[in-house]
């Protein structure tokens, strides 16, 4: 799935963006520790958005590196490469919330490069 038509609604109080409506998605706060990284991946039943929750965010999607700022959304469409990595100057841990769109399933992971020996 691509990226999901996003509704922006704006309010007296400010606005709102709905990603999702009545839609099959799960979501998901990843946390990579510092100097780590998730395997290399693509999924053929799922797109993502993923949206930084701290500094220190390094996101490898197709052929660019992204350092996206807190709060920044990050969109990875069905079949894109990608993998979250925490900037080893980063001292703490670094999380991304993670909505999946379309049907979630760990098996739809493809590992194209991972550190820690899994296939």
């Not at 109080?13 to 990603?19: E, I, K």
């Not at 799960?26 to 053929?44: E, M």
């Not at 197709?62 to 900037?87: K, M, N, Y």
Request: net charge negative; proline share 8%; charged share 30%.
């Amino acid at each position: 799935m691509n990226r999901p038509d996003t509704l922006h609604v704006d309010k007296p109080w400010g606005s709102f963006d709905q990603y999702a409506l009545n839609t099959p998605c799960t979501v998901k706060i990843l946390t990579c520790n510092p100097g780590q990284k998730l395997s290399l991946q693509r999924h053929s039943h799922r797109g993502e958005l993923w949206i930084a929750l701290d500094p220190g965010v390094v996101v490898d999607r197709d052929d660019e590196e992204l350092r996206p700022a807190v709060g920044e959304e990050i969109w990875l469409p069905l079949g894109s490469t990608h993998r979250l990595r925490c900037d080893a100057a980063t001292p703490r841990p670094v999380r991304v919330l993670e909505v999946s769109f379309g049907t979630f399933d760990e098996a739809d992971i493809e590992r194209l490069q991972d550190d820690y020996g899994r296939r």
